[in-house]
């Protein structure tokens, strides 16, 4: 039999179906989880006469159940238990997946089992075909709590249409649904699926009602929480994606702030390293410098990225690229190229280096750039130049003293021979005058062989506390004729509270004399010298040709000759060397030699055209 239009039936489906329609577009448009459980109570509430409800939301970490939304309820009681401890009503429904409609038995629909009873319920499930798999039909079945055999045989009559039976018993004092709702006489159980997990159940029931609830508000119901575990699974697995987003970002972040940190941390030890450092890649383009190589070299970082590596070097650009050829193949992987070479500073000077050449390496072990380790070894070369003079000295000063002595022996006899022989001849005999020139060299060899046994054999320092002042003062006090004569402008500097040194006064002015009379014969008449005197508790940071004492006194004595030329400033102290006419080359030697016996240091500095600047150290006095 057709049903018109006007039926009552059809018009009561036709409404169902605009609620659930209404309910679907309206999950339709949120991803909350909390958003759409409360649009699951509204929409029941709206399409059925179901009077109290409650959503309990399955928290899929922690395992609980938590009551998240409340209607119809005079006094509220939220709630957060573990799934392993619900009741076998809640556990049921779990279970086959489909809502439960629980009645009260009819025999005893008056009665309330005691609270530690054990209550046997009796589950009727619809009896249908294909109830396996995904597609399965969602069917409502009826449970009738506290039934007996009565009640049963009673139950089955009434409800004729159901051909499954099974029986349930769970304890009253359970976790259960009363707990929520109370005794009620009837209520529904509507667990929250979708085709991949469990989110929940919503708890129904009308307490005002005289009547049970019905099937059609049970189906409506269930229709609505069906469709809606759909958005919430889509929900959930959103808030789960920002969560996952949200991690993944703070990891991120974290990880950032690690590889900044690195980045800052190896950046700090790049550009601390004394050492220069300069980075190239493979086509040995500079890439990166540090402030070592910056001032070391005195170009500025913008200068050097992105110049050829080897513009830096005095050597031909074919040896640099040799020693790059195939991706540095033949740099050890281990110990890299190490080699001295003189690198060339931006004012074209010349500087002499150690380096060592790396490859770098990408993860995957292939060639992706160069290194170039530098460290100036200026000081090193000089120290070298040093003790290459220090050991020429000996050997020479072993041979001047065994030349000197074999020479001064016969030049006294030949000198008192001499002197024999002048008296033979009269004042006014031209022989007179020509003994007495040879006498003049003669004693003029004497004088040179006394310099060369100074030289070879020192004497041993009568070591004082002296003032400087005092020493300098005497000194030039023996010039001061040769000064006023060429008319030389003189400047002296002390300064303040000076310690006294400890040292020789009569070597030590023999050392200040040499230094000013050299600096009187280089300069022209109307030059100008000048000395300074200074205290400094480190040592000096020019070549330290032998240990220095703690504290240095240092003396600076500068005049404003035409300089020395660079391929003679280092070989001024050996002996012999001289660019006077008449001079011995010994009087710088034994004013080295006399700074040496005192643990000071002595160089000089001189550019053609600017003068010439000696620089002493004297160790500054322990003597009481």
């Given at each position: 039999m057709e049903h018109s239009s006007g039926d009552p039936v059809i018009q009561q489906r036709v409404i169902d179906l605009r609620h659930l329609y209404r309910s679907i577009t309206k999950m339709a448009r949120s991803d909350t989880v909390?958003?759409?459980?409360?649009?699951?109570?509204?929409?029941v509430i709206e399409a059925t006469a179901l009077e109290r409800l409650v959503v309990l939301y399955f928290d899929q970490q922690e395992k609980n159940l938590e009551s998240r939304v409340f209607y119809g309820f005079e006094q509220i009681s939220d709630i957060s238990i573990p799934f392993s401890k619900v009741n076998g009503l809640l556990k049921r429904a779990y279970a086959d997946r489909e809502p439960l409609n629980v009645l009260k038995s009819p025999s005893k629909s008056g009665e309330q089992p005691p609270k530690d009873a054990a209550v046997k319920c009796g589950i009727f499930k619809d009896d249908y075909p294909n109830r396996q798999g995904e597609n399965r039909r969602r069917h409502i079945n009826l449970c009738f709590k506290d039934i007996d055999a009565a009640s049963k045989n009673a139950a089955i009559s009434e409800q004729g249409q159901f051909r499954h039976y099974s029986v349930l018993t769970y304890h009253n004092n359970d976790q259960t649904?009363?707990?929520?709702?109370?005794?009620?006489?009837?209520f529904l159980i509507i667990p929250i699926f979708d085709n991949q997990n469990f989110y929940g159940y919503v708890l129904a029931d009308k307490p005002t009602a005289k009547s049970a609830v019905s099937y059609d508000d049970a189906r409506i119901a269930s229709a609505i929480v069906a469709h809606s575990a759909t958005a919430i699974g889509r929900a959930v697995?959103?808030?789960?994606?920002?969560?996952?987003?949200?991690?993944?970002?703070?990891e991120l972040g974290h990880h950032l702030e690690e590889i900044e940190e690195l980045k800052s941390f190896y950046e700090s030890i790049f550009q601390c390293l004394r050492s220069g450092l300069v980075t190239a890649d493979n086509s040995l383009q500079i890439t990166q410098v540090n402030k070592a190589a910056i001032n070391l070299l005195g170009f500025s970082e913008q200068e050097l990225i992105g110049?050829?590596?080897h513009t830096l070097f005095s050597a031909g650009e074919e040896e640099i690229k040799t020693i790059f050829a195939g991706g540095g193949q033949c740099i050890d992987p281990r110990t890299g190229y190490l080699s001295e070479f003189e690198m060339i500073r931006k004012n074209d000077d010349p500087l002499p280096t150690e380096v060592c050449f790396s490859t770098i390496t990408d993860k995957n072990g292939k060639t992706a750039g160069l290194s170039c380790i530098f460290l100036d070894i200026t000081q090193r070369k000089k120290m070298e130049a040093h003790l290459a003079r220090m050991d020429r000295l000996a050997s020479l000063g072993e041979l001047a003293s065994g030349i000197a002595h074999e020479i001064r022996n016969p030049l006294a006899g030949i000198a008192g021979a001499l002197q024999i022989l002048s008296k033979q001849f009269s004042q006014e005999n031209?022989?007179?005058?020509?003994?007495?020139?040879?006498?003049?060299?003669?004693?003029?060899l004497d004088d040179f062989v006394k310099n060369l046994l100074q030289f070879a054999r020192p004497n041993t320092p009568k070591l004082e506390a002296l003032r400087i002042e005092d020493i300098i003062d005497s000194a030039l006090?023996?010039?001061?004729?040769?000064?006023?004569?060429k008319n030389i402008s003189l400047e002296v500097v002390h300064g303040n509270t000076q310690p006294k040194i400890q040292g020789d006064k009569a070597l030590l002015q023999q050392v200040f004399l040499n230094i000013i009379i050299n600096a009187l014969d280089a300069m022209n008449a109307g030059g100008s010298l000048q000395i300074k005197t200074m205290w400094q508790e480190s040592p000096i940071q020019e070549p330290i040709y032998c240990a220095p004492a703690p504290d240095q006194l240092v003396v600076e004595i500068s005049d404003s000759g035409p300089g020395i030329d660079d391929k003679n400033l280092d070989a001024i102290f050996d002996p012999f060397?001289?660019?006077?006419?008449q001079g011995t080359g010994l009087g710088l030697s034994i004013t080295h030699r006399i700074i040496e016996q005192h643990q000071g240091t002595i160089f000089a500095t001189s550019r053609?055209?600017?003068?010439?600047?000696?620089?002493l150290s004297l160790p500054v006095s322990t003597l009481s």
């Open positions: 909390d958003t759409l459980l409360n649009h699951i109570v509204e929409d649904v009363e707990s929520l709702i109370g005794n009620a006489r009837s697995r959103h808030h789960e994606m920002l969560q996952r987003i949200a991690k993944q970002n703070r110049a050829p590596i031209p022989s007179h005058e020509i003994f007495n020139e040879v006498f003049r060299q003669v004693v003029r006090f023996l010039v001061s004729n040769q000064l006023n004569k060397f001289t660019t006077k006419s053609p055209g600017h003068g010439t600047t000696f620089t």
